[in-house]
């Protein structure tokens, strides 16, 4: 449901109808099994290695790209329209056709995943909480007996509650795992015995 909904909001395309496509997507992305991330990590152009998994990889990334170059070009070969459709149509007249097959990209696995896990975490949490499922469904009923959908943004705006559980599981649940970068701002010093060894645990600073 997900990767429809992101191609519909990203492309104009339904993925989910067209085998050839789903078939490039789902094999594009890279399993980040521990294995894949120490050669990323450790092996420069680990990606690139002649590895069957990594090259099958490889052609499904090039499958899917000459799908997004055809669906660009058709876009492009249309009439334009002062009223976007979808994300692409916006990104199109300020870019390159590499700089959008990139942003669609990133936009799809970005967007697929994140929103699927974020599903996931949220489906779960409320399974234990029927309190919340009950407040959810009040105020679902209440915000759309009053605009009759939720189809405008003032809408979504009153869904306040809903939108707090959200929020709530994200915090509580990392939808990506990986170290995040920051820079230091000033000179510290945190005494330290030799030898010791400084686990961060980054999952666990969002439970805090």
């Given amino acids: 449901m997900m990767l429809s909904i992101v191609g519909l909001s990203v492309l104009g395309f339904d993925l989910d109808i067209s085998p050839v496509a789903l078939e490039a997507y789902q094999q594009s992305v890279v399993e980040m099994s521990p294995l894949v991330l120490m050669g990323i990590v450790t092996i420069p152009g680990f990606l690139s290695l002649l590895i069957p998994s990594l090259v099958k990889h490889r052609n499904a990334q090039d499958t899917l790209k000459k799908l997004l170059m055809q669906i660009i070009h058709d876009?492009?070969?249309?009439?334009?329209?002062?009223?976007?459709?979808?994300?692409?149509?916006?990104?199109?007249?300020?870019?390159?056709?590499?700089?959008?097959?990139?942003?669609?990209?990133?936009?799809m696995v970005a967007?697929?995943?994140?929103?699927?896990?974020?599903?996931?975490?949220?489906?779960?949490?409320?399974?234990?909480?029927?309190?919340?499922?009950?407040?959810?469904?009040?105020?679902?009923?209440?915000?759309?007996?009053?605009?009759?959908?939720?189809?405008?943004?003032?809408a979504i705006a009153e869904l306040e509650y809903t939108h707090a559980v959200i929020q709530e599981t994200?915090?509580?649940?990392?939808?990506?795992?990986?170290?995040?970068?920051?820079?230091t701002l000033e000179n510290d010093n945190v005494p330290m015995s030799d030898g010791s060894t400084v686990f961060i645990p980054k999952l666990r600073l969002r439970s805090a």
């Fill in 111 to 154: 967007g697929h995943d994140t929103s699927s896990s974020s599903l996931g975490f949220i489906f779960g949490t409320l399974a234990s909480h029927p309190e919340a499922i009950s407040a959810i469904r009040a105020e679902y009923k209440r915000v759309v007996s009053k605009y009759g959908s939720l189809t405008t943004w003032e």
């Fill in 75 to 107: 876009k492009l070969a249309s009439p334009a329209t002062e009223n976007p459709k979808d994300l692409l149509d916006m990104i199109l007249p300020h870019a390159t056709t590499d700089e959008a097959v990139s942003h669609t990209l990133t936009f």
């Fill in 170 to 183: 994200l915090r509580l649940n990392a939808v990506t795992f990986g170290a995040i970068p920051r820079t």
